[in-house]
């Protein structure tokens, strides 16, 4: 039988994390708890003798499998699979929910036990972890809370942006990522639009959001070092061949919220006239958006 992560935490750690373990019962989020999920500076090397010798004994490879265990967030896929990264039992680390103990799916207080552990540890939970933001202030709380140093090892965001989102904040995130998450190289961002009633696909209507702003584009592009960016949802016809030539990053382009054909099953046809809807909207949503060129 396989160790859990509470079996792990508790043997290396002294971390009791019984009530932190996945339910299968439906939670309802509460508001963001205010104290510190994740240390900005190593800790103090208070910890001695047989306290952390056990763990800084093994070999590096089984540390590291032990950190990979411990500070990657991870659930039990069927609670919610929207939280899910792809098909995996990775979950997103969604910065707008609330990080109490009975919804904590990683321990990122080990990097506190002492300095080699956070060292070691430190650069995983930065870089393999994928947060998801829906408003700039999410991702401004985490940047003081974590320090710039250690925004440099985020290297995965999923971005939302709301249609009645103001335009002014998320030139700010944009520029700071531009100018200091240098270890980005995935970002998938997806822009909303309030397409129920024709009218609201007019040119100017604060219901298309900002998926057709040029300031929005304009910031977005100025960010380097990607290896992968995908848009999705509702924006102008020339984004994606912009954001390749600026970018200097291959663009994978969803029409609005259409579900791509590996997720499609045989005779899926609830699927299929969602796509169709979806396709149509978002045609409607790009006429007249060929004149805006970046």
């Known amino acids: 039988m396989p160790f859990k992560r509470k079996d792990i935490a508790k043997a290396f750690f002294d971390l009791d994390i019984s009530d932190s373990e996945p339910s299968t019962a439906s939670q309802t989020p509460k508001p963001r708890d205010r104290n510190r999920l994740i240390a900005s500076k190593p800790p103090l090397d208070k910890v001695e003798g047989n306290d952390k010798v056990a763990l800084l004994t093994l070999p590096i490879e089984i540390r590291l499998r032990i950190y990979d265990l411990l500070v990657i967030s991870r659930f039990d896929r069927t609670q919610n699979p929207s939280w899910a990264v792809g098909n995996t039992d990775q979950k997103l680390i969604l910065l707008h929910m609330g990080q109490f103990r009975q919804y904590r799916t990683m321990e990122p207080g080990i990097l506190q036990t002492c300095k080699q552990i956070y060292h070691e540890a430190n650069s995983i939970l930065y870089s393999q972890n994928i947060f998801a933001i829906s408003e700039p202030e999410q991702m401004f ?27 002014f904040p998320w030139l700010q995130l944009l520029y700071i990522l531009a100018e200091e998450a240098s270890g980005l190289r995935c970002i998938e961002l997806g822009w909303g639009a309030d397409c129920e009633f024709p009218w609201q696909l007019g040119r100017g209507a604060r219901e298309r959001g900002l998926g057709d702003s040029l300031d929005f584009v304009r910031a977005l592009g100025n960010i380097r070092g990607l290896k992968k960016l995908v848009i ?46 979806e396709l149509q909207t978002f045609m409607e949503y790009q006429q007249g958006t060929e004149d805006l060129i970046p």
């Open 141 to 167: 709380r985490l940047i003081v809370q974590i320090g710039l140093v250690n925004l440099k090892l985020v290297k995965t965001l999923r971005i939302w942006v709301p249609y009645m989102a103001e335009l």
């Open 232 to 277: 999705k949802g509702y924006y102008a016809k020339r984004w994606p061949a912009y954001l390749e030539e600026r970018m200097g990053v291959r663009v994978r382009a969803i029409c609005g919220h259409c579900r791509e054909e590996p997720e499609l099953k045989e005779g899926d046809l609830i699927y299929e006239e969602w796509n169709k809807k």
